[in-house]
């Protein structure tokens, strides 16, 4: 702003004119790189949600084998204590991970729910899997593997990192990209009242480029298929 008062004070001086637009540049390029560290952010966290679908998965084949263990022991007339201690041990780490919930169904059925569907039935899995979303840059929504249907998930780990994804750091990316529109919208109102040296007036500052239909402005600059870079505004001088 030190920039801007000084150009309105001596609005002839070219040299004054060349630091407000560099002065613009720097500051499309901070809040460019803020919106990358928060979105390569959510992108490690949504790395982390699919490695904990993972483990979620094998702490469930953990528990389907050792049911299938323990009713052999038990019909074979042995104490499975040891299977028993493994499979509880197996429960609570799997209860840190997601909302869980244990019911025995009968004498020889030991079922883990998440929500109303079942993860464990016996010696029968479940698993879970993860589905990119395009709505949401491609990160993975967490669905049963067998039918693709929404896993109801209230809690855990998994919760944990869903919500720092989805809600914490995504607001933070939706404030950015709203002061950055009421930005360019007052300094563009504020330059389009001016003259330039040549005499033409109505010309904005910051110039929208529309490159791309992402929400974030990703954007496919090399033309390789990957979106490799972002475009916040650019400054038109």
């Given at each position: 702003?030190?920039?801007?008062?000084k150009?309105?004070?001596?609005?002839?001086?070219?040299?004054?004119?060349?630091?407000?637009?560099?002065?613009g540049?720097?500051?499309?390029?901070?809040?460019?790189?803020?919106?990358?560290?928060?979105?390569?952010?959510?992108?490690?966290?949504?790395?982390?949600?699919?490695?904990?679908?993972?483990?979620?998965?094998?702490?469930?084949?953990?528990?389907?084998?050792?049911?299938?263990?323990?009713?052999?022991?038990?019909?074979?007339?042995?104490?499975?204590?040891?299977?028993?201690?493994?499979?509880?041990?197996?429960?609570?780490?799997?209860?840190?991970?997601?909302?869980?919930?244990?019911?025995?169904?009968?004498?020889?059925?030991?079922?883990?729910?998440?929500?109303?569907?079942?993860?464990?039935?016996?010696?029968?899995?479940?698993?879970?899997?993860?589905?990119?979303?395009?709505?949401?840059?491609?990160?993975?929504?967490?669905?049963?593997?067998d039918?693709?249907?929404?896993?109801?998930?209230?809690?855990?780990?998994?919760?944990?990192?869903?919500?720092?994804?989805?809600?914490?750091?995504?607001?933070?990316?939706?404030?950015?990209?709203?002061?950055?529109?009421?930005?360019?919208?007052?300094?563009?109102e504020?330059?389009?009242?001016?003259?330039?040296?040549?005499?033409?007036?109505?010309?904005?500052?910051?110039?929208?480029?529309?490159?791309?239909?992402?929400?974030?402005?990703?954007?496919?600059?090399?033309?390789?298929?990957?979106e490799?870079?972002?475009?916040?505004?650019?400054?038109?001088?």
């Open positions: 702003w030190k920039s801007w008062e150009l309105n004070a001596n609005p002839d001086d070219r040299a004054t004119r060349a630091v407000v637009r560099e002065s540049v720097t500051l499309s390029r901070s809040i460019s790189k803020t919106f990358d560290r928060l979105f390569n952010l959510q992108s490690n966290i949504d790395t982390q949600v699919k490695l904990k679908i993972d483990e979620i998965n094998a702490s469930a084949r953990l528990i389907a084998d050792l049911n299938a263990q323990i009713l052999k022991s038990q019909q074979s007339g042995d104490n499975p204590n040891d299977l028993l201690d493994k499979r509880d041990l197996a429960v609570e780490k799997l209860s840190k991970m997601i909302n869980v919930n244990v019911v025995r169904g009968d004498a020889d059925e030991f079922i883990v729910y998440v929500g109303s569907q079942y993860l464990v039935q016996g010696q029968k899995m479940r698993g879970l899997a993860g589905e990119g979303n395009p709505k949401r840059d491609g990160f993975v929504d967490v669905r049963w593997a039918d693709k249907s929404e896993v109801k998930i209230e809690k855990g780990e998994i919760n944990a990192l869903l919500e720092l994804r989805d809600v914490t750091i995504a607001d933070q990316i939706t404030q950015i990209d709203n002061m950055t529109t009421n930005l360019v919208d007052l300094v563009n504020s330059h389009r009242d001016g003259f330039g040296l040549n005499l033409k007036t109505g010309i904005n500052f910051f110039q929208e480029v529309k490159l791309t239909q992402n929400r974030n402005g990703n954007h496919d600059l090399n033309g390789d298929g990957q490799d870079h972002t475009i916040l505004f650019k400054v038109s001088g």
